[in-house]
């Protein structure tokens, strides 16, 4: 089992920045694929970003391509998403997911609400 808890979400104005980080337990962290995924009110979740569990390979979705990045640090047990020149319609819930694959994934998080005002 693996629990998943994030944390740095809030308000922020348009060009701004955060840090999502996510916090797990459970001893097979550093064999799961992470990953992050967000969801708009009204619209269904999306993905956003996910880490290979060597670190070796990240993907993104077009629309944070370029402007945020997924870490993972297996020793701490942790994965973030840096997101800079953040937008209104990064307007969402970010939640963090872990599994084999992410399509789908096996464990969510909580989610974190991000609001960027214009």
């Known amino acids: 089992q693996v629990q998943l808890v994030e944390s740095g979400g809030g308000l922020v104005q348009a060009g701004g920045s955060l840090r999502l980080s996510c916090a797990a337990s459970g001893r097979t962290f550093s064999q799961f694929v992470m990953g992050w995924f967000r969801q708009a009110p009204g619209k269904e979740r999306e993905f956003v970003a996910a880490i290979s569990w060597s670190a070796g390979s990240t993907s993104y979705a077009d629309s944070v391509q370029g402007r945020s990045t997924i870490s993972r640090d297996n020793a701490k047990n942790t994965v973030s998403l840096q997101m800079n020149s953040l937008k209104p319609e990064d307007t969402a819930v970010y939640y963090c997911?872990?599994?084999?694959?992410?399509?789908?994934?096996?464990?969510w998080g909580q989610g974190t609400q991000v609001t960027v005002s214009s």
């Open positions: 997911a872990a599994g084999r694959t992410l399509t789908p994934p096996n464990y």
